[in-house]
């Protein structure tokens, strides 16, 4: 018996088409062995034929590659192998198939965003019985087709009901979003000719496809696979829009002064009513470190595992039997629910007693619980680590490990006397386990009801993880603990940010394939079925900075081709260490950036070594020690603090005065850039040849020279990373973007995230929705700017060139984003082509006199310049109420129906 393949890919020149697969014919999955295709016209066909004899195998899995025979460079197409039957076929097989493109728009629909919620299926069963000795075989994938639908096949002989729909074959979608249907076909014509159809739950003809497919009949003897792709939808491609809020910002009337995993069902519920097929939510890890309000920040979680606390709902959990005491946390609970924003400390206070109370009435049946027991077993590899941590945490007053004694060195023997149920602390740690056993109870029923409902619930990565976390104190090999991640400078931030976690160390990550990454997206695959990554930059290259600098200012990519101190000398240019690599500080300098403070200055920070030449004394040679020298705090007058940070300004503008920056363990070999080094007194007081020379260096550096290393360095990381698990991946791709970002991405099926005020294009000081690409997220905002109406107070006269050039309007600019207004970029968003449209809650309230807020500036969650940011921000009104907001609703959905954001086909 032999089998026979046959594909349609046109290639260029020096391009051959090779097939691999799981039995020896096929390679063995070795490339080496993999069986070159022959070319059969000029029209891209190719087919090869292979001896099934001696194969016992019951299925053959393969793919196709692409081979660059002048490189030897192989490519892959695009998803999970190929597979089919082959022990029940007695004639040779004929199987033909379309290449697998990365570029296909319809690949994310095929992710579990789609086939486990927005079209869900419930049945697994066979829908219809396959035919026996059948010799034509279907198979097509389409995830366009919710659970009241099905696909169908009709074509031009008897058995396919000769193009009457009426007749049209039912196919089997038990393996959804793949349809498949096999006939047997007594009489095969020459050609076969077929359409695919949409029928309803009745059987009943929808739509089918504008052109019909056609299958050559070589041999009516043998039998035909036809694996299919591309059903050709009326309206194409599918969009849909979808509402960003963190769960903390949520309000309902049950709660308790904060959003909780419960009120997603109720956002669920108004997604439902007003058309919107996806809720975007912040990072919910657990990041009490310090229990204070400054653990509000959701970006440092002390563990990427551990859900955080704040996010149970009480009673879900049972009452107290003390009835006084649980009648006290009621009343608690309606005052906390009554603020305007969150109180995070009074409710983690009025919570974890809550927790600690209902545990010690619990625990005795916890050893009985099967399904508590049963959750600990199969989360132990994060859960017991997180237990110990917190415990630790709490008897120490920090989470900084390093100050715990004996217990600052993680290994298996120290965790297993922390955790020994026998010994007497046992209950502070098992009550973490209770906790977190009931976080994911309620997190997994809010996510099943979101699922149920056709909603996708999409989470957040952060790119970082916090220093003092259990990921650093279990795992510190991971991380380089003696550095920080962060972002050059831009037009946001001139000195750069620095986020202070520490970098990845990839290459011990890559030792067992990524395993924690791995592992974080399938613990995240439970309850999401999207997410977001967080500066997905930081996978091409991460913004590093030493951790005794204080601004992002001083930091370099890494990793990076650096410039060897030759590459310098070999332009002309003399290397000298002192005058290009320490900070340059002349007399004429110093009055510019401190004043009246220059002599202060002068005497205590710096000292002259030559006439009208400084440098920094040895105590104060980096940012760290100048920071810790000069005083800061509450108990300082206004006037002290005010002299104080202007110093410090001062300070940390002269010790970046430098053009490079030694790469670390180069032995002064190689060097960085300075990013905007152009600006800086030491480049302009260079010689004309030198400025020169430098500026070509510096623009070959960050431009040139690192994009195909910078794309490799991705390629290695982020596909471990998306085959763990079927998640719809999306990226923010925000900032100094390699021109090697966007192809990597497309490649992937990543979608890219444009806001209009951050344009990708420099050129423009808007980007306009119209010209996105469809493998997009639209958003006017994000938690970390202001909201499009705040967005619009912030400067009249930006928002005045907006108003006339991007939105169309003649005349003045009103002072205010009145609500047609911000009714008008919403609008404008959900027609651009991006696949999905997603908006603050904010701005949808922004289109209604009636439910916005008073003052835009109470809408902002979060403010990026400042690193002690507050995060409280509450919904004013509740998800009760906004159920009940019945023309703010209408016309929400009526916008998303008209904008094409609603319907299936």
């Known amino acids: 018996m032999k089998l026979i393949f046959s594909i349609n890919y046109k290639t260029e020149w020096g391009q051959e088409l090779r097939i691999i697969g799981s039995i020896a014919q096929l390679g063995g999955w070795k490339d080496e062995k993999a069986v070159s295709m022959i070319p059969v016209n000029g029209n891209g066909d190719w087919t090869v034929s292979i001896d099934l004899k001696s194969v016992k195998a019951k299925t053959l899995e393969y793919r196709y590659q692409l081979v660059d025979t002048r490189n030897k460079i192989v490519f892959n197409e695009y998803g999970t192998p190929r597979s089919i039957d082959i022990k029940s076929q007695n004639s040779d097989l004929h199987v033909s198939d379309f290449w697998q493109s990365a570029h296909n ?151 308790m002064g904060v959003g909780e995993f419960q009120d997603i069902k109720l956002l669920v519920d108004w997604a439902k009513k007003t058309g919107l097929k996806l809720i975007q939510i912040l990072p919910i890890n657990d990041t009490i470190a310090t229990h204070t309000w400054t653990d509000s920040y959701p970006y440092a979680a002390i563990s990427v595992f551990a859900l955080h606390p704040i996010y149970l709902n009480l009673s879900a959990i049972g009452k107290l039997s003390t009835k006084l005491t649980q009648e006290i946390i009621e009343e608690q609970q309606v005052f906390l629910n009554s603020l305007d924003k969150i109180d995070y400390e009074a409710v983690m206070k009025i919570k974890a007693r809550f927790f600690k109370l209902i545990y010690d009435e619990k625990k005795s049946n916890l050893l009985t619980d099967k399904k508590f027991l049963a959750f600990v077993e199969e989360n132990k590899n994060w859960l017991k680590a997180y237990a110990a941590f917190s415990y630790l945490r709490d008897l120490f007053g920090t989470p900084d490990f390093s100050r715990w004694g004996r217990f600052s060195s993680f290994n298996q023997e120290l965790l297993n006397e922390l955790t020994d149920s026998t010994q007497p602390h046992h209950d502070d740690i098992a009550i973490h386990y209770f906790i977190q056993y009931h976080l994911h109870l309620q997190l997994l029923d809010a996510a099943s009801y979101a699922r149920e409902k056709g909603i996708v619930v999409k989470a957040d990565i952060p790119i970082g993880i916090y220093r003092n976390s259990v990921d650093a104190w279990t795992a510190p090999q991971l991380y380089n603990m003696d550095k920080q991640a962060g972002a050059p400078p831009d037009d946001f931030s001139d000195k750069g940010q620095n986020w202070k976690f520490p970098t990845y160390n990839w290459d011990e990550m890559a030792k067992d394939g ?39 200012l001083l930091g370099y990519f890494n990793p990076a081709l650096s410039i060897h101190r030759n590459e310098i000398s070999d332009r002309g240019v003399w290397f000298d260490y002192d005058r290009l690599c320490r900070p340059y500080i002349r007399e004429h300098m110093l009055y510019p950036i401190f004043g009246d403070l220059m002599h202060e200055a002068k005497s205590r920070f710096l000292e002259e070594y030559a006439p009208g030449q400084y440098r920094f004394k040895h105590e104060y040679d980096n940012q760290e020690k100048i920071d810790n020298a000069i005083e800061s705090g509450a108990w300082l007058s206004a006037d002290v603090r005010k002299k104080n940070e202007k110093l410090r300004e001062g300070l940390f503008y002269l010790i970046s005065e430098v053009i490079l920056i030694e790469q670390p363990g180069s032995w002064g070999e190689r060097f960085h850039p300075r990013h905007s080094m152009y600006k800086t007194w030491s480049f302009a007081e260079l010689d004309n040849h030198a400025r020169t020379q430098l500026n070509d260096l510096y623009y070959d550096f960050f431009y ?99 108003f006339n050039q991007v939105l169309g309007h003649f005349g003045g600019s009103p002072y205010f984003c009145e609500s047609w207004l911000v009714r008008d970029i919403v609008a404008q968003h959900l027609y651009s082509p991006s696949m999905w449209a997603i908006f603050p809650i904010q701005d949808f309230f922004g289109m209604d006199d009636d439910i916005k807020l008073l003052n835009a500036q109470d809408e902002r969650i979060n403010v990026p310049a400042n690193p002690t940011h507050y995060w409280r921000y509450r919904m004013h009104h509740s998800l009760e109420d906004l159920m009940n907001f019945d023309n703010f609703n209408s016309s929400l959905l009526s916008l998303i129906r008209e904008s094409g954001r609603y319907y299936s086909y």
């Not at 977001?532 to 005794?548: A, K, M």
């Not at 471990?720 to 021109?739: F, Q, R, S, Y």
């Open 704 to 802: 040139r020279r690192n994009e195909n290393f910078w794309q490799q360095q991705a390629l290695v990381k982020l596909p471990a990373i998306k085959d763990a698990t079927n998640m719809l991946i999306c990226g923010e791709d925000l900032g100094m973007v390699p021109d090697c970002v966007p192809q990597v991405m497309k490649d992937m099926g990543i979608l890219s995230l444009e806001v209009q005020r951050m344009p990708k294009n420099p050129k423009f000081e808007f980007g306009h929705p119209s010209f996105y690409p469809y493998m997009s997220v639209a958003t006017p905002s994000s938690h970390d700017t202001s909201t499009i109406r705040g967005w619009w107070e912030e400067d009249p006269a930006r928002s005045q060139r907006f």
């Open 105 to 255: 728009p319809e690949n994310p629909l095929h992710t579990s965003a789609f086939t486990s919620a927005i079209f869900r299926h419930s049945t697994k069963k066979a829908t219809t019985k396959a035919e026996e000795n059948a010799n034509l075989y279907f198979q097509i994938p389409v995830a366009r087709v919710d659970s009241d639908h099905k696909v169908g096949i009709m074509g031009n002989i008897p058995e396919l009901g000769n193009w009457n729909p009426e007749k049209a074959i039912i196919m089997d979608g038990s393996e959804f979003p793949v349809w498949k249907a096999s006939i047997f076909c007594a009489k095969l014509p020459d050609k076969v000719s077929y359409k695919y159809c949409i029928l309803d739950s009745n059987n009943e003809f929808v739509l089918d496809e504008f052109e019909p497919r056609e299958i050559e009949i070589l041999n009516v003897g043998h039998t035909y696979i036809n694996h299919d792709q591309n059903f050709t939808f009326p309206r194409y491609p599918w969009k849909g829009a979808g509402v960003a809020i963190p769960v903390f910002s949520l309000r309902s009337r049950t709660g």
């Open 514 to 552: 990524f395993q924690w990454w791995q592992n974080r997206m399938r613990k995240m695959s439970l309850y999401f079925d999207a997410f977001r990554i967080d500066h997905i930059l930081g996978f091409f290259r991460i913004w590093e900075i030493p951790s005794y600098q204080r601004e992002g």
